[in-house]
């Protein structure tokens, strides 16, 4: 009898998590970005330009050619399919980070501490998979290009690590932040495959479906009309400036500069007060790259580090693309599970990066408390917190057992032959 136990628990866990996504369909159907990506595929197909056919459309081209397939469907058939995508996407993006995090933190770990980490890693995370689900967002889809480049990158195969990476910036801009760390690491063939596989994957669009009477074509055009001038802070040279202003909806440096100045005498100061901002951010994660350049094992952190700054330094950055802390969280967890010396520190810095997002999910909380914590730069905060116990790590490696490159490699061949 005891034998039946654990099998049918399992499946029990199973039903429960069926019924779970089942009831949860209703709310995902409702209209959201698939009615966005269908319609900038179809201009796609119709050989439109993307910034006159979809203005709202401010994604990479590449991307619409990707939601093609989905023109071909009814609405609600593509809803359907997008939706069982997602899932598949959440699973994998857990599965990913879980490995990741444990090539951090290698070492075996006992049955309640794997559930403890698998647990808690998950329910760290959920707010922000429930954000991509409630907007139909395709942040989910992104992320396993991320986290696979990154593996590939810990396993030194550099090509397959640079393709990964360059499909997830070609898709979303942001994971641009990839190629100069491959520099900055001396990965080169990596960073090589990666300016090739984004050059290729940005202009398919263009080989494949050439636009009418454009003088550019779709890629140079979003280079012309959203790309650059979000980088630049140029409003005026863009059809739709989405970023600029103090909307509680862009949750990067950028949006929290602008709304703590709104309304002061400091406003009119805005641009070089924020690049200011910038730099200091863009120095202190440097310093901790720096930091953690000898240690190959590290490579989980720095890919943790590297997605804040990604979500920091955006000119837009919107709640859906907070679902990429997912791998922060569990290399912290994980971490925070091998810590001895500094793990209260640690509790707290993850008690902390939960309570300052705890009012993401409109779903489960009422909208005053939303607006709040919205105001109050909820996500900024839960995500620099989470910078504090990176620098502990890479203060003290020899609290986690890590190794500097040169030692690793040296002594691989002695524990390949134990």
Not at 169 to 174: E, H, P, R, Y
């Amino acid at each position: 009898m005891l034998g039946f136990q654990q099998p049918l628990r399992k499946l029990g866990i199973w039903i429960v998590f069926a019924a779970a996504l089942v009831a949860y369909y209703p709310r995902f159907e409702k209209p959201g970005g698939m009615e966005l990506y269908r319609h900038a595929a179809q201009c796609l197909w119709d050989h439109q330009i993307l910034q006159l056919c979809e203005l709202k459309f401010t994604y990479p081209p590449s991307f619409a050619l990707v939601m093609m397939p989905f023109v071909a469907v009814p609405e609600n058939v593509a809803v359907l399919i997008w939706y069982i995508i997602t899932i598949a996407c959440t699973a994998i993006v857990c599965e990913l980070c879980q490995v990741l995090a444990l090539r951090a933190f290698p070492g075996k770990l006992s049955d309640s501490q794997m559930t403890w980490f698998q647990v808690v890693s998950f329910l760290l995370s959920l707010k922000y998979i429930l954000s991509v689900y409630e907007n139909q967002s395709y942040d989910l889809l992104i992320l396993p290009l991320i986290l696979y480049g990154l593996l590939a990158l810990t396993d030194r195969r550099d090509i397959r690590a640079g393709i990964f990476l360059a499909m997830a910036a070609s898709f979303k801009v942001a994971p641009l932040i990839f190629l100069p760390y491959l520099v900055w690491r001396r990965r080169f063939v990596a960073a090589l495959a990666f300016v090739l596989a984004f050059t290729a994957v940005s202009f398919l669009p263009d080989l494949l479906i050439a636009p009418d009477n454009a003088p550019h074509g779709y890629f140079v055009t979003w280079l012309l009309d959203v790309a650059g001038p979000g980088v630049l802070d140029a409003p005026s040279q863009a059809k739709l400036a989405f970023w600029t202003g103090a909307s509680t909806y862009n949750i990067s440096l950028r949006g929290a500069v602008a709304r703590q100045l709104d309304g002061t005498a400091w406003q009119s100061d805005f641009l070089p007060i924020f690049r200011g901002v910038e730099v200091v951010f863009i120095l202190i994660v440097g310093a901790m790259l720096l930091g953690s350049l000898r240690f190959e094992r590290m490579i989980p952190v720095d890919g943790s580090i590297l997605i804040i700054a990604m979500l920091m330094l955006s000119p837009m950055t919107s709640r859906t693309h907070y679902v990429t802390l997912t791998l922060p969280y569990y290399v912290l967890v994980l971490a925070w599970i091998r810590d001895r010396r500094f793990r209260t520190l640690g509790g707290v810095v993850l008690f902390l990066g939960f309570l300052f997002s705890a009012g993401f999910q409109r779903d489960f909380v009422p909208f005053a408390i939303v607006d709040f914590f919205r105001r109050h730069e909820d996500g900024i905060a839960a995500a620099l917190v989470l910078l504090v116990y990176f620098g502990v790590i890479i203060a003290n490696p020899r609290c986690w057992n890590f190794e500097p490159e040169e030692t690793a490699r040296k002594d691989e061949p002695l524990r390949q032959a134990s």
